[in-house]
C-alpha cells in the first residue's frame, strides 16, 4: 500500500497566555487560522483550536469508514451526517487530556434495517484509525441512527 | 472542561462518493471537501484529510505547549514555527508523526529549547491522545 504524508504549520508568537499562533494546511484546503489559549479553553470567538480539528478528523475519518463498509456490503448510503464531539477536561495529575469523542451518525441508506446499519457502524468503528488511536485514552462513543 | 464539534456529511459509494466538513463549532473553517481519493493519493486536489486535521492539531497543541514551557522557565519565545507530517498507509493507519519546531528564543541555548520541546512533545493533550502512534519523531532547533 502506498504511504501518504500530510503535513500541516504552525506560527506562534510570545508566550501562551497572551500570544497567538496560525495554523495552515500543506494541501491549500485552509490557511492561516489563528489559535490562541483563551479560546481554546474558553469562547471559541470564531478560532479554530487543537481539539476542533481533532472532532473534525473523526468524524472525516469515520464518515469515510462507514462509508466504505457499507460499500463493502453492497449497501452504499445515499447520505451520512456526522457530528463529533471532543471533550477537554482536567484530570488529577496530568492537566488537560483528552477525555472523550463522540460522534453521532445518522444514515439514509436503501435496503438496509436499522440493526444492520448499526452493526455496519461498530464494524467501521472499529476499523477507524481515529477511533482507535484514541480509545487507548479517551471514552469514545458512537451513535447510529437509520433515517427512514 | 471544553467541548469542540465538528459535522460532516458524506454522499454516495467510497470511491466515488464524497463528503464535506460542513462546519465547526467554532465557525473557523468549512466547508471543506473531504474524499476517499484525495486522502489516499499524493496529489491531494486541495482537499483536506483526516490525517492533515491530525496533522493540524497535532502541531498547534505542540506550539502551544512549548510556548508555555518556554514562559514558565522565565523565556518565553519570540516566535515558534512547527509543522507535523502525518504519514498514513490506508489498511495500517498513521504509522509516524514528525514534529519540526524553528524557535526564536532569547537568553536559551539549543539544548534547553530541544530539552522544552521534548516535553512538549510528552506532554501536550494531542501527544497523549495519540501515544498509540508508534513512533513520533521531534526535530528542534534554535534559529540562527
Redesign the interface.
Known amino acids: ?17 497572551r ?1 497567538s ?1 496560525h ?1 495552515s ?6 490557511a492561516e ?3 490562541s ?1 483563551p ?4 469562547n ?18 469515520l ?2 469508514s ?3 463498509e ?2 463493502k456490503a453492497e449497501k ?15 484530570v488529577e495529575g ?5 477525555v472523550a469523542s463522540e460522534v453521532d451518525v445518522s444514515g439514509r441508506v436503501p435496503g438496509i434495517d436499522a440493526a444492520e446499519f448499526a452493526r455496519i457502524v461498530a464494524v467501521a468503528d472499529a476499523g477507524c ?2 477511533s ?3 480509545r ?3 471514552a469514545v462513543t458512537v451513535r447510529a441512527r437509520l433515517e427512514t | 472542561m471544553a467541548e469542540r464539534r465538528a459535522d460532516v456529511t458524506w454522499t454516495g459509494d467510497l470511491m466515488s462518493g464524497s463528503g464535506t466538513i460542513d462546519s465547526v463549532g467554532s465557525g473557523a473553517f468549512g466547508p471543506l471537501d473531504v474524499s476517499w481519493p484525495a486522502r489516499t493519493e499524493d496529489a491531494s486536489g486541495g482537499k483536506t484529510s483526516p490525517e492533515e486535521l491530525i496533522a493540524t492539531a497535532h502541531a498547534s497543541c505542540f506550539s502551544m505547549s512549548l510556548a508555555h514551557a518556554l514562559a514558565q522557565a522565565g523565556t518565553p519565545p519570540e516566535r515558534l514555527s512547527s509543522s507535523a507530517a502525518v504519514t498514513f498507509v490506508p489498511g495500517s493507519g498513521i504509522t509516524k508523526i514528525a514534529l519540526t519546531v524553528r524557535g526564536s528564543v532569547p537568553d536559551l541555548d539549543a539544548d534547553g529549547f530541544r530539552a522544552a520541546a521534548e516535553d512538549a512533545k510528552a506532554n501536550c493533550p494531542v501527544s497523549q491522545a495519540l501515544a498509540g502512534i508508534n513512533e513520533i519523531t521531534l526535530d528542534a532547533q534554535l534559529d540562527d
Open positions: 500500500m502506498p504511504r501518504i504524508a500530510r503535513s500541516a504549520q504552525v506560527a506562534w508568537e510570545g508566550n501562551l497566555a500570544g499562533g495554523v494546511a500543506d494541501t491549500g484546503a485552509f487560522l489563528p489559535i489559549l479560546s481554546r479553553i474558553g471559541p470567538d470564531g478560532k479554530t483550536s487543537p481539539e476542533e480539528l481533532l472532532a473534525a478528523a473523526h468524524a472525516g475519518c464518515a469515510i462507514v462509508a466504505g457499507l460499500t452504499p448510503p445515499e447520505v451520512l451526517a456526522l457530528t463529533a464531539r471532543v471533550i477537554v477536561d482536567e496530568k492537566g488537560h487530556q483528552v484509525t481515529f482507535t488511536l484514541i487507548a485514552s479517551a
